[in-house]
C-alpha cells in the first residue's frame, strides 16, 4: 500500500478521515511545505511499554557499550555493510 500524502490543511480540514486511514494501516505523510514532514501512526501502549525484559535488554546493551563490544557505524555504507554481515 502506498502512502498517502497530505498537506497540513488537508489534515486540519479533516483529521477523522486520515485517522481512519492510519487505523486501517495506511501510512498518512502530512506535509507542511518546507518544514518537516509527519507520520500519522496510531498509538498502541502496549507496543511502547518498558517491560523488565525490555529494561534488562536495554542494561546488557549499555553495558555492552561501556565495554566496547560494539560496532560503530560512521557512514551510510558502513550500516549497510554491518547489517548485511548479520
Known amino acids: 500500500m502506498t502512502p498517502l500524502e497530505v498537506t497540513a490543511r ?3 480540514d479533516n483529521p477523522n ?3 481512519e486511514q492510519a487505523d486501517n494501516g495506511r501510512q498518512v505523510v502530512i506535509k507542511r511545505g518546507r ?3 509527519y507520520i500519522l ?3 498502541i501502549e ?3 511499554a518498558v517491560t523488565p525484559a525490555l529494561m534488562a535488554k536495554i542494561e ?3 553495558q555492552q557499550m561501556k565495554e566496547g ?3 560503530e557505524c560512521k ?3 558502513d550500516s549497510l555493510k554491518f547489517l548485511n554481515s548479520l
Open 10 to 12: 488537508q489534515f486540519k
Open 17 to 19: 478521515c486520515f485517522f
Open 35 to 37: 518544514k518537516p514532514s
Open 41 to 43: 501512526t496510531p498509538f
Open 46 to 48: 502496549d507496543e511502547l
Open 60 to 62: 546488557r546493551a549499555e
Open 69 to 71: 563490544n560494539y560496532t
Open 75 to 77: 557512514t551510510w555504507d
